[in-house]
């Protein structure tokens, strides 16, 4: 994980978030990453997520001209010079809806470029209950542009302008979770140690010790130990 890049992603989410003034808030970030044209990205499989959401990917790359090739979930992301990774998150609401995508592209095992939708602190808007195929064919869009600045569009329901207000500032009043989360550094994908290292000593933890509680927050691992949800609710 990069810390910067993690930062980078958060921001959106701090500005409106952090100081409870915001109340609904979605936000999508981009660094674009530079692939020319008919490269090949390897992507590797993560049978967690739907299957609709690899399909969108493959499409998406087919369409700009891109050839993929398939890895196992257990692949590393210095086996090919490009490798993707993604994640997608559903939740319910009225509906099931897609709450949280991310993809990682990495340049010869280094993270290259990133492109995130979260919708986890949308409430009660209604444009968070999108079709998720367009979406993601727009974070690919975005990963690929090739640009290499980083590119926000956030919204937000009653909010005030929070500019001018230090970031550092609007962190501390969230709570251990979510600082390190708007700080950047906590993020998807970490490993159970690296999280430990970050928060301390859970409140409690499951029998197996791949969900831990801080407080009002769940986090939940994989097999492999690392993290691959933030939840509100417990895991059942």
Known sequence: MSTSLGTRAIVVAVLFSSLGVGGCVIRQTARP??????????????????????ATVKQALT???????????????GDCETVLTYVGRWGWDFTIYMTYAK????????????????????????????DAEPKIDELVASLLSG??????????????SLASVPIETM??????VDQAECT????????????LQVLGTPTSKSADEQTLRYDDRYLVFDSGRRLVEIRESKVE
């Not at 530079?34 to 990205?41: D, M, R, W, Y």
């Open 33 to 54: 990453a530079s692939v020319a044209t008919g490269a090949e990205i390897c992507i590797i499989e993560d049978p967690r997520v739907r299957a609709g959401f690899l």
């Open 63 to 77: 369409q700009r001209g891109y050839r993929y090739r398939m890895l196992p979930p257990h692949a590393s992301v």
């Open 103 to 130: 993809l990682d592209l990495y340049r010869n095992g280094n993270l290259a470029g990133d492109a995130v939708y979260d919708a986890r602190k949308g409430g009660g808007r209604p444009d968070k209950w999108i």
């Open 147 to 160: 640009t290499g600045a980083v590119t926000s569009n956030e919204s937000s329901i009653g909010a005030a």
């Open 171 to 176: 962190c501390m009043h969230a709570s251990k």
């Open 184 to 195: 950047g550094r906590l993020d998807l994908g970490m490993t159970r140690d690296q999280v």
